[in-house]
């Protein structure tokens, strides 16, 4: 990995309920990214994917932790303090028309990043943002635009070109293909490509497309139930995940090479309440290979390989274990 732009440590995040309950919706988690890197954070709904980049951008305030970025640990800033890093922070949203204001036109949706930061001296704002445009493949012909006039994926680059205006260094993905057809959707992820190479930017990459994400990123972290159950280099998580809840999201993934795909691992039931979680495997009551001792307490991140963790006590078993299973 090169110098990381974001570290996060020991992330936790909880929402207050009535009395002592509480969702434990992140716990504990840690991972870095690196300079013009991408991780992919994948997920069942409810894993706590997106509020890891809310709490990761401030957007949500973290209960406990530290997230260093570029050195400095943000989690310890005062909104003023953090006021200046907001150009070099920034996010993608899941839906591009909700996440335009219907009433301003593209130009002064792009432009806004500018105005807000006092970025630079505002006549040269229509330049830097004919530029961006130009960038995210849209002309100066879309500068009068109002959201409705668009398709949805014009919609998504120009929130792509809003993001990436102040030239930031780590930018939060947020499902940024999901509401597209799937044409747009890989004209979306060559984009995010080739801008990163261009602008070195780093990505946190939410989402439930697995071939998205092996599209595009470079390591992956697999959450469930607000924790981080495996990371790993991109190629060794589709090809060898350890983790039974890996294996089971890897399997669903239909490649287009049947040598590759891995033998069907199912998981029944529902994912349980996050509600006062309990300190143990959080994947017990659907694991097919479970022990008892997975009852003690949370499994702390095993090293698989280089760059590679799994927090399963049966990590070096997975693949045999469950295979055994399949075959009952």
């Excluded at 991780?39 to 957007?59: H, I, Y």
């Amino acid at each position: 990995m090169t110098d990381p732009v974001v570290s996060v440590e020991g992330l936790v995040k909880r929402f207050y309920l009535k009395g002592q309950n509480y969702v434990g919706a992140v716990n504990g988690i840690s991972f870095k990214i690196g300079r013009g890197e991408t991780l992919g954070l994948v997920g069942e709904s409810g894993s706590g994917k997106t509020t890891v980049g809310r709490c990761l951008l401030r957007l949500v305030e973290p209960t406990s932790g530290r997230i260093r970025f570029e050195g400095s640990d943000i989690t310890r800033l005062t909104i003023r303090e953090l006021k200046p890093l907001r150009s070099r922070l920034q996010m993608v949203f899941q839906d591009p028309f909700g996440s335009l204001n219907p009433r301003r036109t593209v130009r002064q949706s792009v432009e806004e990043p500018l105005a807000l930061q006092r970025h630079s001296p505002a006549r040269t704002w229509l330049g830097i943002a004919n530029e961006m445009l130009e960038q995210v493949g849209l002309g100066p012909q879309y500068l009068n635009r109002l959201p409705i006039e668009l398709t949805a994926s014009e919609q998504q680059r120009v929130g792509i070109a809003r993001a990436l205006i102040t030239r930031p260094k780590l930018v939060v993905l947020d499902e940024p293909t999901s509401t597209l057809d799937p044409t747009a959707r890989e004209d979306i992820l060559g984009l995010l490509s080739s801008l990163q190479s261009s602008m070195s930017v780093a990505y946190l990459f939410i989402s439930h497309d697995i071939m998205a994400v092996e599209r595009l990123s470079h390591r992956v972290a697999v959450m469930y139930l607000g924790h981080i159950v495996e990371q790993a280099p991109t190629a060794a998580i589709m090809s060898d995940p350890r983790h039974p809840y890996t294996r089971a999201l890897m399997s669903a993934v239909l490649s287009p090479d049947p040598t590759h795909r891995l033998p069907r691992n199912l998981v029944f039931g529902e994912i349980p309440s996050a509600i006062n979680p309990r300190r143990e495997c959080p994947f017990y009551t659907r694991c097919p290979i479970r022990m008892d001792r997975c009852l003690d307490d949370v499994p702390a991140m095993a090293a698989v390989g280089p760059e590679h963790g799994a927090a399963c006590l049966r990590w070096r078993d997975t693949p045999k274990l469950l295979a055994e299973v399949a075959r009952e």
